[in-house]
């Protein structure tokens, strides 16, 4: 059964870099897939953030394409999402999915359990 | 200010049936036949219930069906069991990326 798990800071400074890492097992990312990163601010639904291929390929959502940065480490079966100069509007519990028949996914079949990420002032 | 428009809640008894719309427009449901719906119990990882509309993965009751018309998407969930409470969320392909609906609450009185 394949399984994620979010992680990193639950608190990140107004200007700073968020970071976050998805460690996935029951599959092997080498062994292909795109992995998908998706957030939920508060009271609003839920938005695709961008994909990352095991070969590094990304396919990034227009609404924070020049703030985010998506990478893929297969020693570790981990991938990986760095959103620059948060903002407030970065709150949210951030999730990371296996996206299915396209990079940025037509469905996804599995998810993490998400993990909130607060940006303070 | 989602994408899509879902009820906020929903209600129904053990043993009804409900049904949740899920509204776009002709850039997603109406384009596509690549409507989801997940099932979100607060604090787990949300489940995929229903892809391309009204596929459901191994493992999902057939309580539970899909459907759409036009720029409406809706998951029935007939039977209703107390394990059934949860959040629902639909979602669409919309050409180069997926939109989500806001969510719907499912309340089993």
């Known amino acids: 059964q394949v399984q994620l798990q979010e992680s990193g800071p639950g608190l990140v400074k107004a200007s700073e870099t968020l970071s976050l890492t998805c460690s996935v097992s029951?599959?092997?990312?080498?062994?292909?897939?795109?992995w998908a990163w998706i957030r939920q601010s508060p009271g609003k639904g839920l938005e695709w953030i961008g994909s990352?291929?095991?070969?590094?390929?990304?396919h990034y959502n227009p609404s924070v394409k020049s703030r985010v940065t998506l990478s893929v480490d297969t020693s570790k079966n981990q991938f990986s999402l760095r959103l620059d100069s948060v903002i407030a509007a970065d709150t949210a519990v951030y999730y990371c999915?296996?996206?299915?028949?396209?990079?940025?996914?037509?469905?996804?079949?599995?998810w993490g359990p998400g993990t909130l990420v607060t940006v303070s002032s | 200010q989602s994408a899509l428009t879902q009820p906020r809640s929903v209600s129904g008894s053990p043993g009804q049936s409900v049904t949740i719309s899920c509204t776009g427009s002709?850039?997603?449901?109406?384009?596509?036949?690549?409507v989801s719906w997940y099932q979100h119990h607060p604090g787990e990882a949300p489940k995929l219930i229903i892809f391309?509309?009204?596929q459901r993965p191994s493992g999902v009751p057939d309580r539970f069906s899909g459907s759409k018309s036009g720029n409406t998407a809706s998951l029935t969930i007939s039977g209703l069991q107390a394990e059934d409470e949860a959040n629902y969320y639909c979602?669409?392909?919309?050409?180069?990326?997926?939109?989500f609906g806001g969510g719907t609450q499912l309340i089993v009185l």
């Open positions: 002709s850039g997603d449901v109406g384009g596509y036949n690549y």
């Open positions: 979602s669409s392909y919309a050409g180069t990326y997926p939109v």
């Open positions: 029951g599959y092997s990312i080498s062994s292909g897939y795109y």
């Open positions: 999915a296996r996206p299915r028949m396209t990079p940025a996914g037509r469905y996804f079949d599995y």
């Open positions: 391309d509309v009204n």
């Open positions: 990352i291929h095991q070969s590094g390929s990304t």
